[in-house]
């Protein structure tokens, strides 16, 4: 992942430069990160503006000195690692970043296990893949995010949505833009897919319930921020993405 300009303003390139046509309207959100050296995670860093608290969303294997080198080019101070599951190609690094500046990591309940025995949310073939490669320490501070509603963190107002289906506590964070909104979606959504629903704890039948209720009421202009890949709006993928084409077809979700 590029670092993107420092803030994101109207016609400007979207978060993490990925590409994606430009987005209009947000402003007043300072949105950069990193790209895990494994499975290419995203890791966001968000903040009301240079100089000041940010928070650290998903924090994956080798993100460490690319992460520091973001948090001291724009002098930001972390106020908290928030995890939008319990994966640990997102919670890697989870611990050394809460430990190194003092934090608290935040997790939904239904994943929090999995930050303390990370094989609880793999396959056997991920087992055998992490197993005894990777030296994985679990947060000392952590507190359960809320199951719905809002909190504040470094000046910023976050709307937390339940959304299960790649995991069991897997969530979408939310905040205001000027004119529109910003959407965290950790592996709920990505453009033209969606997570996998085949690990641990993974169903089908919730995430398509997710998306129905969670992402489908969202605004087309909401600016979707994944865990893997460029970054897309919800008006792109309710018109291209097939599995929101196939929830948002009429009569296909009745009996649910």
Known sequence: MTEPPARLQ???????????????????????????????????????????????????????TALDEVLARHRLHPAAVMLTHGHLDHTFSVAPVCGAKGITAYVHPADREMLADPAKGLSTDLTSLFGGKLSYTAPEDVTELPDGG????????????????????????????????????????????????????????????????????????????????????????????????EVGRPGKMRGW
Do not use: W
Request: hydrophobic share 40%; glycine share 12%.
């Open 10 to 64: 109207t016609s400007t390139s979207p978060p993490c430069e990925t590409g994606a046509p430009p987005v209009k309207g947000i402003v007043n959100v300072l949105v950069t990160g990193v790209v895990a050296a494994a499975f290419e995670t995203n890791c966001y860093v968000l903040a009301t503006a240079e100089g000041e608290q940010c928070i650290v969303v998903d924090p994956g294997i080798g993100v460490m």
């Open 150 to 245: 809002t909190i504040s963190v470094a000046g910023l107002e976050i709307t937390v949505d339940h959304a299960p289906g790649h995991t069991r506590g897997s969530v979408l964070f939310r905040m205001p833009a000027e004119d529109t909104e910003l959407c965290l979606s950790g592996d709920v959504l990505f453009a033209g897919s969606i997570g996998r629903t085949d690990l641990p704890g993974g169903s089908m039948d919730e995430m398509m319930r997710s998306l129905r209720e969670k992402i489908l009421p969202l605004d087309d202009a909401t600016v979707v921020l994944p865990g893997h890949g460029g970054a897309t709006t919800i008006g792109r993928e309710r018109a291209t993405n097939p599995y929101l084409l």
